[in-house]
């Protein structure tokens, strides 16, 4: 989709972190889209009731930065809603900084403002959620078969669980519990499970 087409019509409330955010968003949806001043949420009590609100009527998207700022506020967003009622989007770990900044954040890495249009489309895509607005019905994957194949629970999980969110292009910091969710949505088992032994050997030789 380039910068000039029509906005895609989502139903839900799609939560960002900063007006910057907001304003990117709105150039490539038709939505409801709310800022939460950054940690300033974590003492805005009626901001968070008005998302709660929002939560109950047409469900919420959280779309934060992929740096360890971005996933406290997921986390504490997450814990405090209806996880029914929330859809997570991730998008990818990309070195730099946003044109507006003279230097790039504390982790070096680029926020949602930031996107291109194709990396932001495919961070929707991979969370199932389609340009009706609608997602697609998936199974998630459950943290025992996460476990049997190394990803969660076991000697390495960890560092194999990044590798694993570097192979499908997303961030690094992903949990467990967030992979059993968003890995459905973009491979399957046997992908999946080619990708994890691939990693293994490359590991193992040190190549």
Known sequence: MSEQQSRIKIKETIIVEGKYDRIRLASLFDANILELGGFNIYNNKERLALIRRMAEKNGVIILTDSDSAGFRIRHYLMSAL??????????????????????????????????????????????GITPAGEKDAKTPLTTAYLYSIGLSGGKNSAVLRKKICEHFDLPPL??????????????????????????????????
């Open 82 to 127: 209806p996880v029914e009622n929330v859809k997570n989007v991730y998008i990818p770990s990309v070195r730099g900084k946003e044109r507006r900044k003279i230097h790039p954040g504390k982790e070096n890495l680029i926020g949602v403002e930031g996107m291109t249009t194709e990396a932001m489309l495919r961070a929707f895509a991979a969370a």
């Open 174 to 207: 992903l949990s467990a519990s967030a992979l059993c969710r968003i890995l459905p949505v973009i491979t399957d088992s046997d992908e999946l499970e080619s990708a994890v032994k691939e990693i293994k050997e490359t590991c193992a030789t040190g190549k």
